[in-house]
């Protein structure tokens, strides 16, 4: 995973609450055994209907969603995640997002940025009316910003989610930042333990 300091584009404006994960991949394109190829059912079925906001040729190639409240929700699937990564968003924002969901998203290099809720209005309003507005999301800062807009505002994330983007970090590489300790442990344990070989 690259590390993120900064996520700096135009957005996407999703002015939808209780968004679920079904509703973002739906459940047809869980078969798939890669973390790859899922921006192809990113709200597929919303994705139908011609003037849904996605298909519009002005927010082509936006890096950030902007949604209402309580994106994410539903089931634990990762994919949720993986579909909008690899679509090309590297930021959502909204007032609320689910808990699994945000941990999910730290994991995968994607920010999770929580805003109040009149910031999250605000946001999308400003995107509605010019989808050129560049938008920056500051992970070191935790801060949401809008420059020709006026608009800034702080987002929530926990000392742990903002190091692990900081730092470029998933799973595996949190466990790999302690491969000393690990191996000075395992040279210490005694031969009658069970083990895993190389």
């Known amino acids: 995973m690259e590390p993120v300091q900064a996520v700096i584009g135009r957005a996407v404006p999703l002015d939808r609450s209780d968004v679920d994960t079904d509703q973002i991949i739906p459940s047809q394109w869980l078969k798939r055994i890669e973390r790859?190829?899922?921006?192809?059912?990113?709200?597929?079925?919303?994705?139908?209907?011609?003037?849904?906001?996605?298909?519009?040729?002005?927010?082509?190639?936006?890096?950030?969603?902007?949604?209402?409240?309580?994106?994410?929700?539903?089931?634990?699937?990762?994919?949720a995640v993986w579909a909008l990564v690899d679509y090309g968003f590297r930021a959502v924002i909204s007032p609320r997002i689910a808990d699994i969901f945000r941990n999910n998203s730290t994991r995968s290099g994607l920010v999770p940025a929580e805003v109040d809720p009149e910031l999250g209005r605000a946001l999308l309003d400003a995107v509605t009316a010019d989808p050129d507005l560049e938008i920056v999301v500051d992970v070191e800062r935790r801060?949401?910003?809008?420059?020709?807009?006026?608009?800034?505002?702080p987002f929530r994330m926990d000392d742990s989610a903002r190091d692990r983007l900081l730092r470029g970090l998933d799973d595996i590489g949190v466990t790999l930042a302690h491969a000393e300790e690990i191996g000075a442990f395992e040279a210490k344990r005694p031969e009658w333990m069970p083990a895993m070989s190389a």
């Not at 801060?143 to 505002?153: F, H, K």
């Open 36 to 79: 790859t190829g899922f921006g192809a059912g990113l709200f597929a079925e919303w994705r139908d209907a011609r003037d849904f906001v996605l298909n519009r040729p002005e927010h082509a190639g936006a890096t950030i969603l902007v949604a209402g409240p309580n994106f994410g929700t539903g089931s634990s699937r990762e994919h």
């Open 143 to 153: 801060l949401v910003e809008a420059p020709a807009a006026g608009i800034s505002g």
